[in-house]
């Protein structure tokens, strides 16, 4: 069955540090997402793109997160500097288009700064 | 833009009662509603979901319902059982995003 994947599964890493997520989305989806979600609350979506485009990255706090998705498949979601708060679970989610198809989670990045 | 409530945040059922969860959304524009299912961990897993065409679905021991006028539509769970235990997200999606509501926490107790 095809899956999102996402690493690593877990990550520590100190305040002021940069931190990279990756995330391979199932074939063929040609949207992908990165949300954030903090414990004990629901995702909010960070950057969504369609193919290698972004499309929505209202949410981002640009001036510390960038996400990239070079050529339109896998997608690398940046934090530099970490800080204290951005702890929280990373999740990859693809879909076949923004047309309201089902997206589909990967497994998540669990982030801790310290 | 969208906002989601979910009601109840913690539900707690004997096993074999039923389970019913509860959102509502803002931005009329919306027209896809699904349902995900979260274990303790994991990422979130579709489990159901629902077309702004339709007013009802159902899949075995899970049901979903809709009310376009209300802007309101809800998870049935029939027959609990301990492995439903899980938080559980619902989610409204125009043709732009998706946003979710801030979970509940079931508990089926043996």
């Known amino acids: 069955e095809a899956e999102v994947a996402q690493s690593p599964r877990y990550k520590i890493t100190e305040k002021s540090q940069a931190v990279a997520f990756w995330c391979d989305p199932i074939s063929g989806h040609a949207t992908l997402y990165w949300y954030r979600q903090i414990l004990g609350q629901g995702p909010e979506l960070l950057v969504q793109f369609q193919d290698e485009s972004v499309v929505d990255d209202s949410q981002l706090p640009k001036d510390r997160f960038s996400a990239e998705r070079l050529k339109g498949v896998d997608s690398t979601l940046k934090i530099q500097p970490a800080e204290l708060g951005d702890s929280a679970m990373y999740l990859c989610a693809s879909s076949l288009s923004r047309a309201n198809t089902e997206a589909f989670f990967g497994q998540g990045t669990r982030l801790t700064v310290v | 833009g969208e906002n989601v409530e979910q009601h109840p945040s913690t539900l707690s059922v004997q096993e074999g009662d039923s389970a019913v969860i509860k959102c509502t959304y803002s931005d009329s524009a919306s027209n896809y509603f699904p349902w995900y299912k979260q274990e303790l961990g994991k990422g979130p897993q579709l489990i159901i979901d629902?077309?702004?065409?339709?007013g009802e679905k159902k899949d075995q021991r899970i049901a979903v319902t809709l009310n376009k006028t209300a802007k309101h539509f809800s998870l049935h769970i029939t027959e609990t059982q301990p492995e439903d235990s899980a938080v559980y997200f619902c989610a409204a999606s125009n043709n732009n995003d998706m946003r979710f509501g801030a979970g509940t926490r079931l508990t089926v107790k043996p």
């Open positions: 629902i077309r702004s065409n339709v």
